[in-house]
């Protein structure tokens, strides 16, 4: 076998007692390997060796030239940002972050300190003080911790707000447990501990609200209560089940922060030889740092204590509340006003990111979420880090990039916010600390679909280099300084976090014992999505923490895969617009583009009067249409329509010629229609109900040279050349001709009728639907209805309504009976449903906005039958269907299933119908 790696050391590492430093061993196998380079050149002057020693803290103990490059070295944007930092405490701003970019090697960047900072250089390397980053307006970072106010960070006061408003929630509730397999020293793991409780202060703190506001008080060290439990005695399967409630209770009990500490810790003992260890948090003291340094000084401590020796952890030389007092006082320094406008200005205006999700947001925003777990390949990988290497890019800033084009791609947004997690612990001091430093970056994005993906990502390292140049505004200032709306549903400003996290994974390592960290419950979604990426074994990792009361889990992971995809074509074709990018998988185009458009249908090409005439033969007595007390049988609508269209054709209608209908709701709309079908012509439906201008405004626009009307209308009709036809007066001379079938030789090409819809300039627009596209609508309800002779159609739309067409239609080609209702019934609640249950009646559509009314409507006492019993399907349409809606129908009626249809005029009115069974 041949070693992966080798690693060359001057002697084994040993502890303070003289045994192997097993753990420092440990950080070598995760440290990066001797990288090769061409010189391999030592710094040399003392500005080289300053950097030269900043960087080794700051990557890891590793051994590099200064002709290596910072990002080669495994540097990436947060920890460039530290850099940044830390050299700026010695050279003032002409040190930025995007300096790194430009001079990413030691000898590169010593020499551009030398010529934009020289009279600084030589008097700023003495020996490096402890001081943070902005200049703090007094000496807060390293007064007694004793001496300081008890006041909150920005984090921990928002924090303690969210918990009083719902006290009993547990969205912000931090949990961890290890199982300790083998002989657990158990003094020396309780006095470690206690000593990590000691050394921070915050662990043991209150949060109360006095003197009108929210203050911390550091309880005493004694009475602060490690739990123990002892479970021995229990047989497996009880133990089992006492484990389980207690990790409920201990992770998920809501705190009760003004007296109660906010970490929990509990021992349990299983058997002699197996433990678990709970350590249970509220994320106001808490954060993902804080859990590895947590793990870290444990593992440190027991190795100690177990042999009787010292704690080895120096003394920390601050406590969390010096950072909170120093964080309140950089509000009032110049920098932060500085930081302050760059973040008005760059968030101005900025979108917030809406992303279609399956499930609508619930009144208040619900903290259940999911984990979806995935993983790129080495290759990829490999491919991504030499992109961005060519790039003089990070591979965050690329994953960034293709994380934004794919938000994009999903919701058609180019302008909206991402969030980015940074640890806001740039000062030396802070990173010893446990605590809630965590802040929000809001990174602007801005897709545009033309843009080149080298294009998007330049913009990506501009924005995110910027951002983290001014990253100590905390991000509830920010949220007060956009004075942006709150919305109970979701979070302000930022629906999606985006993070790729880097830092050493330090696990519980006690010495002869075995810990294995338990799995968990997925913790709360407090974003509708949190994507973190780790790199692991030369191979990206990822997990995606979702709001499962908006997203389905097959939908994350077919995001994440698109994610996969994308960053495949990324790197292959990094020049392509971004909206071109190949996003789907071989097996989703073909079903897209093939599986889901095979939708041939064997349709006759009769034409719909071929097919009605047909019916009229097998059903010629059954009754085809009702209005009020009257009725017509297929023969009499059949013989009443062909008169009236021989009587259009002598009047010269024939294919395509547009001919007007407007005559109020009765038998004489069917008749219309249908006899303008039969003689070729174009039917052009009008509401007598309309001002006369809007049908003035149409019949002057369509220029037909027939109207259909009746003479009680004469008074409301505006003006015409047309020549007008009214049924009541011309009843006789109709009446002469002949009612037998004859052809028109309209083909499928020829128009069925024209319907004016609302247009986009203010005045109607006339669209024009052929013949087939009418009778392709209309097979299509009768397929998905399942419409027999037995089916009542209720046609209740007004007749200027695209809908109206298939309502009157449909029925007459399966033998069924279509039912035109007065406008006062189709328009009262009580009158519909007391007509319909009257008739029994089987097929209703109506609009949402009425159905609402329809459910809510107050019937007469001791109504027989049931409303709506003999309802086979209900079908909503015209608007926006709600889900409670549907769940206050299915509530009434839970055996009638209810069709949510959408559909276009200029598509014959229906494409889309959404079928909704009985819901649970």
């Known amino acids: 076998m041949i070693p992966a790696k080798f690693h060359v050391i001057e002697k084994m590492p040993v502890t303070d007692t003289g045994k192997m430093d097993r753990r420092a061993l440990q950080n070598w196998e995760t440290a990066k390997p001797l990288l090769p380079t061409s010189s391999h050149q030592p710094p040399e002057t003392p500005l080289q060796q300053f950097l030269y020693a900043h960087w080794q803290r700051i990557l890891g103990a590793i051994d590099f030239g200064i002709h290596d490059s910072f990002f080669a070295l495994g540097g990436d944007s947060i920890k460039a940002a530290i850099l940044?930092?830390?050299?700026?405490?010695?050279?003032?701003?002409?040190?930025?972050?995007?300096?790194?970019?430009?001079?990413?090697?030691?000898?590169?960047?010593?020499?551009?300190?030398?010529?934009?900072?020289?009279?600084?250089?030589?008097?700023?390397?003495?020996e490096e003080p402890l001081t943070p980053a902005m200049e703090p307006p007094s000496s807060s970072l390293t007064q007694p911790t004793s001496a300081l106010p008890d006041s909150l960070s920005f984090a921990q006061e928002r924090l303690w707000f969210l918990q009083k408003l719902a006290p009993d929630s547990r969205a912000y509730n931090l949990g961890a447990a290890w199982r300790l397999t083998g002989a657990l020293n158990r003094e020396a793991l309780l006095q470690s501990l206690k000593e990590i409780v000691r050394r921070?202060?915050?662990?043991?703190?209150?949060?109360?609200?006095?003197?009108?506001?929210?203050?911390?008080?550091?309880?005493?060290?004694?009475?602060?209560?490690?739990?123990?439990?002892?479970?021995?005695?229990?047989?497996?399967?009880?133990?089992?089940?006492?484990?389980?409630?207690?990790l409920k209770t201990e992770v998920q009990r809501p705190y009760r922060l003004s007296r109660e500490c906010p970490l929990r810790l509990h021992l349990v003992r299983l058997t002699p030889s197996e433990h678990i260890l709970v350590a249970a948090s509220h994320h106001i003291v808490w954060d993902a740092w804080s859990q590895n340094l947590f793990q870290q000084e444990v593992s440190r401590?027991?190795?100690?204590?177990?042999?009787?020796?010292?704690?080895?952890?120096?003394?920390?030389?601050?406590?969390?509340?010096?950072?909170?007092?120093?964080?309140?006082?950089?509000?009032?320094?110049?920098?932060?006003?500085?930081?302050?406008?760059?973040?008005?200005k760059q968030l101005e205006d900025a979108g917030t990111l809406q992303l279609p999700t399956d499930r609508p947001a619930p009144l208040t925003q619900s903290y259940s979420g999911d984990v979806y777990h995935f993983r790129l390949s080495q290759e990829l990988t490999s491919a991504l880090k030499n992109f961005s290497t060519e790039q003089d890019a990070t591979l965050f800033m690329t994953l960034l990039a293709a994380f934004n084009v794919l938000l994009y791609r999903y919701n058609g947004q180019s302008d909206f916010t991402v969030g980015i997690p940074v640890a806001s612990r740039s000062q030396a001091e802070l990173e010893s600390l446990i605590g809630c430093f965590l802040n929000i970056l809001a990174l602007r994005a801005d897709v545009a679909p033309e843009t080149s993906f080298q294009t998007l990502l330049a913009n990506t390292k501009r924005v995110t280099l910027d951002a983290l140049s001014n990253q100590d505004v905390p991000f509830e200032k920010l949220v007060e300084l956009l004075h942006l709306e709150r919305n109970p549903t979701k979070t302000p400003l930022i629906q999606t976090l985006f993070q790729l996290q880097n830092t050493p994974r330090h696990p519980l390592n006690l010495p002869q014992i075995e810990a294995v960290r338990l799995p968990s419950e997925p913790e709360a979604a407090h974003y509708e999505l949190s994507v973190t990426l780790r790199e692991e074994a030369g191979a990206i990792t990822g997990r995606i923490d979702y709001s499962n009361a908006l997203f389905l889990p097959e939908t994350i992971a077919r995001m994440a895969r698109h994610f996969e995809n994308l960053l495949h074509a990324v790197v292959l074709n990094p020049a392509t617009a971004v909206g071109s990018l190949p996003m789907l998988s071989e097996a989703e185009r073909e079903k897209i583009l093939i599986d889901w458009n095979q939708t041939q249908v064997d349709w006759t090409e009769d034409d719909y009067t071929a097919?009605?005439?047909?019916?009229?033969?097998?059903?010629?007595?059954?009754?085809?249409?009702?209005?009020?007390?009257?009725?017509?049988?297929?023969?009499?609508?059949?013989?009443?329509?062909?008169?009236?269209?021989r009587q259009l054709q002598e009047a010269g209608v024939s294919p395509d010629v547009p001919v007007g209908l407007c005559v109020e709701r009765s038998l004489d709309m069917l008749i219309g229609f249908l006899s303008i079908l039969k003689a070729g012509g174009a039917c052009v439906p009008l509401n007598p109900e309309y001002p006369t201008e809007r049908l003035d405004y149409i019949l002057d626009d369509v220029q037909a040279p027939v109207l259909i009307t009746q003479s009680r209308l004469d008074a409301h009709l505006p003006k015409t050349t047309a020549q007008v036809l009214r049924l009541d007066r011309d009843a006789p001379r109709i009446a002469e001709q002949s009612g037998d079938n004859f052809i028109s030789g309209a083909l499928p090409s020829h128009l069925a009728y024209i319907i004016y819809t609302s247009g986009s300039t203010g005045y109607p627009k006339g669209v024009l639907v052929e013949r087939r596209g009418m009778q392709n609508h209309i097979q299509s309800k009768i397929v998905d209805l399942g419409l027999t002779g037995d089916d009542r159609v209720v046609q209740s739309a007004s007749q200027s309504f695209d809908i109206a067409v298939w309502q009157l239609l449909t029925a007459l080609l399966v033998g069924g009976t279509t039912h035109i209702v007065t406008q006062d019934t189709a328009s009262?609640?009580?009158?519909?449903?007391?007509?319909?249950?009257?008739?029994?009646?089987?097929?209703?559509?109506?609009?949402?906005?009425?159905?609402?009314?329809?459910?809510?409507?107050?019937?007469?006492?001791?109504?027989?039958?049931?409303?709506?019993t003999t309802l086979r399907w209900l079908v909503s349409t015209g608007e926006a269907l709600p889900p409670t809606l549907c769940r206050e129908w299915f509530a009434q009626y839970p055996n009638t299933p209810l069709i949510n249809a959408y559909g276009p005029t200029e598509c014959s009115d229906r494409i889309r119908n959404g079928c909704w069974a009985r819901l649970s």
């Open 301 to 344: 401590l027991y190795e100690a204590f177990t042999t009787g020796a010292a704690s080895p952890l120096e003394e920390l030389p601050i406590q969390y509340s010096n950072y909170a007092l120093w964080q309140r006082e950089q509000v009032q320094g110049a920098l932060f006003e500085k930081q302050r406008a760059y973040w008005q």
């Open 828 to 868: 009262t609640p009580v009158s519909l449903i007391t007509y319909c249950t009257d008739n029994s009646i089987t097929i209703l559509e109506v609009v949402p906005s009425f159905l609402s009314v329809l459910l809510g409507a107050d019937l007469p006492s001791g109504k027989e039958p049931k409303p709506f």
């Open 200 to 246: 921070h202060s915050v662990l043991r703190a209150f949060f109360v609200w006095q003197f009108d506001r929210v203050t911390q008080i550091i309880n005493p060290l004694e009475d602060f209560r490690i739990s123990q439990s002892d479970f021995c005695d229990l047989s497996e399967e009880d133990a089992h089940t006492r484990l389980q409630d207690l």
């Open 84 to 126: 940044s930092n830390r050299i700026q405490q010695k050279f003032g701003e002409v040190i930025k972050l995007s300096t790194l970019f430009e001079c990413p090697t030691v000898a590169k960047l010593a020499l551009y300190i030398t010529e934009h900072a020289p009279e600084t250089t030589a008097s700023a390397l003495q």
């Open 611 to 645: 097919l009605f005439e047909q019916q009229v033969e097998r059903t010629p007595d059954a009754v085809a249409v009702v209005f009020e007390k009257e009725s017509l049988t297929y023969r009499q609508l059949n013989q009443h329509a062909n008169q009236l269209a």
